[in-house]
C-alpha cells in the first residue's frame, strides 16, 4: 500500500502540472485551451532539438521555446476573441490545436521518436524501506517546490495579486486598473512554463514523441480540474492527486481478468464522485458549467 501510495504522489504531481497550466486560463479567461496539449507536444520535440546540449542548458530552452509559442498563442489566436463566449473560445482552441498538430506532422513526420531525457534518474533508490524512482522523486520535488513558487507568485508580487483578482471578477478587476493585456499573457506564459516542465518529466518517462502526445494529457488536465472544482488553483491540483490516486489503486488490486477495463472503472469512480459533489470535489456552487 505505502509503494502504490508513492507511486500515486509521483504520478498525481505529473497530472498536476498538466492541470494547472490548463486551470490557471480558465480561471481568469474562462477558457478551457486544448491547445494546452501542442504546447507538451512542441516541449518534447524541443528536447530532441537541443538534445546535443547539457541538461540545464536544454532544460532552459524548452522552457523559453514553450513559453515563446504560449505567448504567440495569446497574441494570435486568442487575444482577439477574448471577449466572445465560451464555445467561441473553445472552437479556437480546437482549431489552434489540430492546426499546430498539423505543422507538426508535416515537420517531424507521422512516425513516432525516441529521446534519452533524464536518463541518469532512471534507476531506483530505497526510501524508508521502499523502492523509490529517481526520477518520481524529482517529479514529485519539482512539482512541490513549482506549487509553492506558484503560491507565493499569486500571494506576493503586484502582478499575482492583479491574477488573482482577474480570476475573481475579470470585467471588474479590469474597471480598476488591471492591465488585461499583461495578465492574460502572463498567464499564458505561466501555463507555458508548467507545459513545458509536464514535457520534460513525461519524455523522461515514455522516451517516445508523436505529434499527438498532447492529447491524453490535456485531457487529463480536463477530468482533474473537473474532478477538483472548476475556477480553483488548488483545487485542480487536488483533483490531479486524486485521479492518479484512484488510476494507481485500480491497476494495483483489479482482478487479471478486469485490468483491461481499468480506464472505464477510473471515470466511473470519477462519475460516482461528481454524483455526489456536483461542484467538483472543492467546487463551489454555481461555478459556471462546462
Not at 518520481?136 to 500571494?155: H, N, Q, S, Y
Not at 490535456?218 to 488510476?247: D, E, S
Not at 460516482?272 to 454555481?286: D, E, K, N, S
Request: aromatic share 8%.
Amino acid at each position: 500500500m505505502a509503494q502504490n501510495l508513492v507511486n500515486a504522489l509521483s504520478l498525481g504531481s505529473l497530472y498536476a502540472l498538466i492541470a494547472l497550466g490548463v486551470a490557471l486560463l480558465f480561471s481568469i479567461m474562462g477558457l478551457i485551451n486544448f491547445a494546452h496539449g501542442e504546447l507538451i507536444m512542441i516541449g518534447g520535440y524541443a528536447l530532441l532539438w537541443f538534445a546535443a546540449l547539457p541538461f540545464a542548458v536544454t532544460a532552459v530552452l524548452v522552457v523559453a521555446v514553450v513559453i515563446g509559442c504560449g505567448l504567440a498563442m495569446e497574441r494570435l489566436a486568442f487575444r482577439s476573441v477574448r471577449g466572445a463566449s465560451g464555445e467561441t473560445l473553445l472552437m479556437t482552441s480546437f482549431a489552434l490545436s489540430l492546426f499546430v498538430q498539423g505543422g507538426a506532422l508535416l515537420f517531424e513526420g507521422a512516425d513516432p521518436k525516441s529521446v534519452d531525457v533524464l536518463g541518469s534518474l532512471g534507476t531506483s533508490t530505497e526510501v524508508a524501506g521502499l523502492s523509490v524512482g529517481r526520477l518520481d522523486i524529482a517529479i514529485i520535488g519539482v512539482t512541490a517546490v513549482l506549487l509553492a513558487g506558484l503560491a507565493w507568485f499569486l500571494r506576493a508580487t503586484p502582478l499575482g495579486v492583479q491574477m488573482r483578482a482577474a480570476a475573481e471578477d475579470f470585467r471588474t478587476a479590469r474597471a480598476l486598473g488591471v492591465r488585461a493585456n499583461l495578465v492574460v499573457a502572463a498567464a499564458f506564459g505561466v501555463s507555458g512554463a508548467f507545459a513545458a516542465i509536464a514535457a520534460i518529466f513525461l519524455v523522461a518517462s515514455t522516451g517516445t514523441l508523436t505529434p499527438g502526445m498532447g492529447l491524453r494529457p490535456v485531457l487529463v488536465g480536463f477530468v482533474a480540474i473537473v474532478l477538483g472544482g472548476l475556477g480553483r488553483l488548488w483545487a485542480a491540483a487536488l483533483g490531479a492527486y486524486v485521479l492518479a490516486l484512484l488510476t494507481v489503486m485500480l491497476q494495483a488490486y483489479l482482478p487479471g481478468g478486469v485490468v483491461p477495463y481499468q480506464d472505464a472503472l477510473v471515470y466511473l469512480g470519477i462519475v460516482v464522485i461528481l454524483m455526489f459533489r456536483p461542484h467538483g470535489i472543492a467546487g463551489r456552487p454555481g461555478a459556471v458549467r462546462v
